[in-house]
């Protein structure tokens, strides 16, 4: 049939399975959202207030769903808008496809009104990025990008379509996408290593990285480590790869992680990496990370193998598939002695619970969730101290039901990903936890929450400061407060009502309860602003380029 190129979008995507895409209209996108108006009975269009947020939302989508997030915009400011977001999909392997309008071809290179090169620009941050030319070459584009997006290591890819690409016509032909081939597993000689290994050890412990959660490999996890009777210390991006209430689960580890994981990482004899890269907040000091143990890397990218810490074997390929391949190779092991001595090591260097004048606690208000959540449903994070308390007291009992920016940090990504993951898993609630600092930066898409009534509740530990590097100034330049005491006046109750949407003040923890009765009693967004002491911590810390010796637990 005979399609315009704006057609041939709709088509392709639900060709591919989408049923939400998120963006931002504009001149060279008029034709695709002029389509998106015909074919709005099967996709659904959520309007952001900024391109950011839509490109957050469809990273927030995908790790929720496990699906490809899509986001759409059109040409120079709306596309470069999404760049922050498609890094951060990036380096935490999320599947997203970007679709951007640009000006005609024939106006291409000529500084002509909101042109941007947007793919050279995108390049570095994406796995592809094209400029589709010709009208023929659109739908294969497409097709290419989506399963570009979900092979091997995840990521997202881009489509720059200029506008009058999408005003032609050609004809069109559904073709259902084709089973993605399995990567071949490393060489049975590495499985045989690795079996050796995991045979002679002692005081083996499992690191797990956000790989396990991208290739759905968690009860593959959860069965290797009961079979080994090894502790499992997870990355921020790994937390929800084992339940957080498991025996075996020893919680986070590395800069924020606890004495019981940096112990680990110093006194066990084998360090079994899946699906993680040692980044320098987990290894700290490469070159002594795990130096007295043996090391094995299971990572499906090789550029990973040996790039931070030197390993002594690695597997190639797709976590769930060495894991399971591991699974039927090793016998059932038992390590109750290391198992006690990990668990005396939890009750070591503690950071004392800091009770500041008549502040309430983050503590307080992190363990109500736990009481009020169920196992499926979602917290998103911003970047900062709260997300840090996330990771040491939050309990994610299932993967991905924790949403946080894990290797760009980017404040601002909390209250995209969680409205796109409200949108991809309505029946699950979600919670974004944010600080005041990285409310700042997104607190636009309240719109978008109100205007589609998505019931996410917005906790915003508000400390009146930006915390997390305030706290790095108390800690290495003597106090000196270096613009991080904003002195800002907002009241985040009156913003919230200002946009239609219920606001809540928490400062004193006895109230805890009936705040969060009214709030997730209703059927809507809610915003609940709790007052917390500047002066709170995150402990125990890491200094960068340290070792658990040298842990910081009281400041």
């Not at 084709?178 to 990567?183: F, G, L, N």
């Not at 109750?336 to 502040?359: C, F, M, N, S």
């Not at 949108?423 to 005041?436: E, H, I, N, S």
């Not at 309860?513 to 890491?542: R, T, Y």
Request: glycine share 10%; proline share 5%; hydrophobic share 40%.
């Amino acid at each position: 049939m005979q399609l315009t190129g704006a057609e041939i979008i709709c088509e392709c995507l639900i060709e591919q399975g989408v049923d939400t895409v998120f963006g931002y209209p504009g001149g060279a996108a008029l034709n695709t959202y002029d389509a998106l108006y015909k074919y709005s009975d099967k996709i659904d269009h959520i309007l952001t207030a900024h391109e950011q947020g839509a490109a957050h939302a469809a990273d927030g989508y995908a790790r929720a769903t496990g699906k490809v997030g899509v986001c759409m915009t059109t040409s120079g400011p709306g596309a470069t808008n999404t760049v922050t977001g498609i890094a951060t999909a990036n380096i935490d392997s999320i599947p997203m496809v970007i679709i951007t309008g640009n000006v005609n071809v024939d106006l291409l290179g000529r500084d002509s009104f909101q042109e941007v090169d947007i793919v050279d620009i995108v390049k570095p941050i994406t796995k592809g990025s094209y400029l589709v030319k010709k009208i023929e070459d659109l739908a294969p584009a497409i097709r290419a990008a989506f399963a570009m997006a979900m092979d091997g290591r995840k990521g997202p890819v881009l489509i720059d379509v200029p506008k009058d690409i999408t005003a032609q016509m050609t004809e069109f032909k559904s073709i259902k996408p084709s089973e993605r081939p399995k990567k071949e597993v490393d060489s049975a000689e590495r499985i045989s290593k690795a079996v050796e290994l995991i045979n002679k050890s002692k005081y083996p412990i499992i690191y797990a990285g956000g790989g396990v959660i991208s290739s759905d490999a968690s009860d593959e996890l959860l069965e290797f480590a009961e079979k080994l009777d090894a502790p499992v210390c997870c990355s921020l991006m790994g937390l929800g790869s084992i339940p957080a209430t498991h025996r075996l689960n020893m919680g986070n580890l590395g800069m924020h992680g606890t004495y019981a994981t940096g112990m680990a990482t110093e006194k066990c004899d084998l360090i079994i990496a899946c699906g993680a890269r040692f980044s320098d907040r987990v290894a700290g000091n490469p070159k002594k990370f795990g130096s007295q143990a043996n090391i094995i890397q299971i990572d499906i990218d090789e550029n990973e193998i040996d790039k931070n810490v030197i390993t002594d074997n690695h597997i190639i390929g797709d976590v769930k598939e060495v894991l399971d391949i591991l699974n039927n190779h090793i016998e059932k092991q038992n390590h109750t002695q290391w198992l006690v001595q990990l668990e005396i090591w939890k009750g070591e260097h503690v950071a004392p619970r800091e009770k500041l004048g008549d502040y309430m606690s983050a503590l307080d208000v992190l363990l109500e969730i736990n009481k009020r959540k169920e196992p499926e449903d979602i917290i998103a994070t911003d970047v900062g101290q709260h997300q840090m308390w996330v990771a040491q007291f939050s309990e994610i009992e299932r993967p991905r039901t924790l949403l946080t920016s894990g290797g760009m940090g980017t404040m601002g990504f909390g209250m995209g990903a969680a409205l796109g993951a409200q949108c991809g898993m309505p029946k699950q609630r979600v919670f974004l936890v944010t600080g005041d600092g990285s409310f700042h930066m997104n607190l636009n898409e309240l719109v978008t929450l109100k205007s589609y009534n998505l019931p996410v509740v917005v906790i915003v530990l508000n400390n009146g400061v930006l915390g997390m590097v305030r706290q790095w100034q108390k800690l290495f330049y003597e106090n000196r407060f270096s613009q991080t005491d904003p002195k800002r006046a907002t009241d985040f109750v009156k913003l919230a009502e200002s946009f239609g949407i219920p606001g809540f003040r928490l400062d004193k923890s006895e109230d805890i309860e009936e705040v969060f009765d009214k709030a997730l009693g209703l059927n809507g967004p809610a915003v609940i602003d709790c007052v917390i002491s500047p002066d709170a911590n995150v402990l125990p810390m890491i200094p960068p380029g340290k070792t658990v010796k040298d842990i910081v637990t009281s400041m």
